[in-house]
């Protein structure tokens, strides 16, 4: 077998996600099984402080080598890297991304991958123009538990799917956890609200249920039908949004599908992050399947069929493993010791479109992106939301 190839990351920010994602990266892929590539960390940015990001780099234990920069205009003309992840707000996403390509980098780019669908078609149109390689970081669609998903749909187990019943919703009583109106989830200045944040993942799952297992050639967007409710605290954000989604299908395919996408800021899909009701239900004339909460990083599902069949089954989050020492989370939060938190498997694959030299990702092409932005920007535009117009805009550069 090949030795594996070394794929060298840029990381374009230093907060939450940014520290998650790349703790992860720095696990061994052979830990998962994966033996075609390697990571390594070559350079982190900060916007505020080069200090920010050299102690960045020390909390996830990067190379001693690896490079601290004070901008990201100076990360994205470091010559040694082959990939930049974008990790800052999605007000930001457009303008962050679009210095990279148009400084010959490569994006894996964090959720949501932009305010509105207009600006995600001038990505991958700047993409396609630079030969680049560019993707949405919807780290749950590489998932083996969503690649399982998928394949149970495509192998008929439940018959064609009739609807989809998706929810992503945490009680974050947002007046107390954000009572200064400044973090990204409320803050209209950051594209904040239910809707990007959370309710991405509430389409994801619908998406890549009804979307992605139909053949390519028999794909059709699906009309929209939305109810958006207004966080009162900060006027421009949704606290909580439901949409109604018709697939159109052919009647061999089993005709229209429907789908209900729901995401709040105030209730959540299971309380007290108790997973015992699944948040995501995919339901077909022979049965249905479910997936337990978080919708963003499942490890649960169960297949239940009409003839009384039930199969469920647990994923492993694989990582440096017990005695390791390592642990990983997110927002406080706290994974097992040595259990990975499931962000490698898209730079997994991000790193093997570059060493392939493929220009988008396997599991959600630019095109279903900016589809799915679309349904979002139908959706505000059904709920009268608007952010302001420095991040809407299209315009680049636009200083933020
Ligand atoms: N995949 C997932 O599971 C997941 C989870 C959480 C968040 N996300 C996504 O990741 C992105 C970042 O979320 P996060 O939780 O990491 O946020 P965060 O902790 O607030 O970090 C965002 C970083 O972006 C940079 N930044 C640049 N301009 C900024 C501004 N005006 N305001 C705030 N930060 C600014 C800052 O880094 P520097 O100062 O170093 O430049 C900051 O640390 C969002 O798009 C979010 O939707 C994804």
């Given at each position: 077998?090949?030795?594996?190839?070394?794929?060298?990351?840029?990381?374009?920010?230093?907060?939450?996600?940014?520290?998650?994602?790349?703790?992860?990266?720095?696990?061994?892929?052979?830990?998962?099984?994966?033996?075609?590539?390697?990571?390594?960390?070559?350079?982190?940015?900060?916007?505020?402080?080069?200090?920010?990001?050299?102690?960045?780099?020390?909390?996830?234990?990067?190379?001693?080598?690896?490079?601290?920069?004070?901008?990201?205009?100076?990360?994205?003309?470091?010559?040694?890297?082959?990939?930049?992840?974008?990790?800052?707000?999605?007000?930001?996403?457009?303008?962050?991304?679009?210095?990279?390509?148009?400084?010959?980098?490569?994006?894996?780019?964090?959720?949501?991958?932009?305010?509105?669908?207009?600006?995600?078609?001038?990505?991958?149109?700047?993409?396609?123009?630079?030969?680049?390689?560019?993707?949405?970081?919807?780290?749950?669609?590489?998932?083996?538990?969503?690649?399982?998903?998928?394949?149970?749909?495509?192998?008929?187990?439940?018959?064609?799917?009739?609807?989809?019943?998706?929810?992503?919703?945490?009680?974050?009583?947002?007046?107390?956890?954000?009572?200064?109106?400044?973090?990204?989830?409320?803050?209209?200045?950051?594209?904040?609200?239910?809707?990007?944040?959370?309710?991405?993942?509430?389409?994801?799952?619908?998406?890549?249920?009804?979307?992605?297992?139909?053949?390519?050639?028999?794909?059709?967007?699906?009309?929209?039908?939305?109810?958006?409710?207004?966080?009162?605290?900060?006027?421009?954000?949704?606290?909580?949004?439901?949409?109604?989604?018709?697939?159109?299908?052919?009647?061999?395919?089993?005709?229209?599908?429907?789908?209900?996408?729901?995401?709040?800021?105030?209730?959540?899909?299971?309380?007290?992050?108790?997973?015992?009701?699944?948040?995501?239900?995919?339901?077909?004339p022979k049965g249905e399947i479910q997936v337990f909460p978080p919708a963003f990083r499942p490890?649960?599902?169960?297949?239940?069929?009409?003839?009384?069949?039930?199969?469920?089954?647990?994923?492993?989050?694989?990582?440096?493993?017990?005695?390791?020492?390592?642990?990983?989370?997110?927002?406080?939060?706290?994974?097992?010791?040595?259990?990975?938190?499931?962000?490698?498997?898209?730079?997994?694959?991000?790193?093997?479109?570059?060493?392939?030299?493929?220009?988008?990702?396997?599991?959600?092409?630019?095109?279903?992106?900016?589809?799915?932005?679309?349904?979002?920007?139908e959706a505000r535009r059904q709920g009268g939301l608007k952010y302001p117009e420095h991040i809407?805009?299209?315009?680049?550069?636009?200083?933020?």
């Amino acid at each position: 077998m090949a030795p594996p190839k070394t794929v060298r990351w840029g990381i374009l920010a230093t907060g939450g996600i940014a520290q998650t994602f790349t703790k992860d990266l720095l696990v061994d892929p052979k830990t998962r099984g994966v033996e075609n590539i390697k990571h390594t960390v070559v350079a982190a940015a900060s916007s505020s402080s080069r200090p920010r990001a050299e102690q960045f780099l020390k909390d996830v234990g990067a190379p001693s080598d690896a490079k601290a920069y004070g901008s990201y205009e100076d990360l994205v003309k470091d010559s040694d890297i082959d990939i930049i992840y974008v990790a800052t707000p999605h007000s930001h996403h457009y303008q962050n991304a679009m210095l990279c390509l148009e400084n010959g980098k490569n994006v894996l780019c964090e959720k949501a991958f932009t305010v509105n669908a207009a600006q995600a078609q001038a990505l991958a149109d700047k993409a396609k123009e630079q030969n680049l390689f560019l993707m949405e970081a919807v780290w749950t669609r590489y998932f083996p538990l969503s690649i399982y998903v998928r394949d149970l749909i495509t192998s008929g187990r439940i018959g064609p799917v009739a609807r989809v019943l998706s929810d992503n919703s945490m009680a974050l009583n947002p007046e107390e956890s954000f009572s200064d109106g400044k973090h990204r989830m409320v803050n209209p200045d950051l594209a904040g609200g239910a809707l990007l944040d959370l309710g991405i993942y509430s389409l994801t799952w619908v998406f890549q249920t009804l979307y992605l297992t139909q053949p390519e050639d028999s794909r059709k967007p699906p009309k929209v039908l939305a109810a958006m409710k207004g966080y009162a605290a900060t006027g421009a954000a949704d606290e909580m949004t439901t949409i109604v989604l018709s697939f159109p299908r052919s009647a061999e395919a089993g005709g229209d599908a429907h789908a209900v996408a729901t995401t709040s800021l105030r209730v959540a899909t299971t309380p007290g992050g108790n997973g015992d009701a699944p948040g995501i239900r995919i339901q077909g004339p022979k049965g249905e399947i479910q997936v337990f909460p978080p919708a963003f990083r499942p490890t649960h599902t169960k297949l239940i069929l009409s003839d009384g069949t039930v199969e469920e089954k647990h994923f492993a989050q694989p990582g440096p493993g017990k005695g390791s020492g390592w642990k990983n989370g997110f927002g406080g939060g706290s994974n097992a010791e040595g259990e990975g938190h499931g962000m490698f498997w898209e730079a997994d694959e991000a790193a093997t479109a570059f060493v392939d030299g493929r220009k988008e990702g396997k599991y959600e092409s630019l095109a279903e992106s900016i589809l799915i932005m679309g349904v979002m920007d139908e959706a505000r535009r059904q709920g009268g939301l608007k952010y302001p117009e420095h991040i809407e805009t299209t315009k680049y550069p636009v200083q933020l």
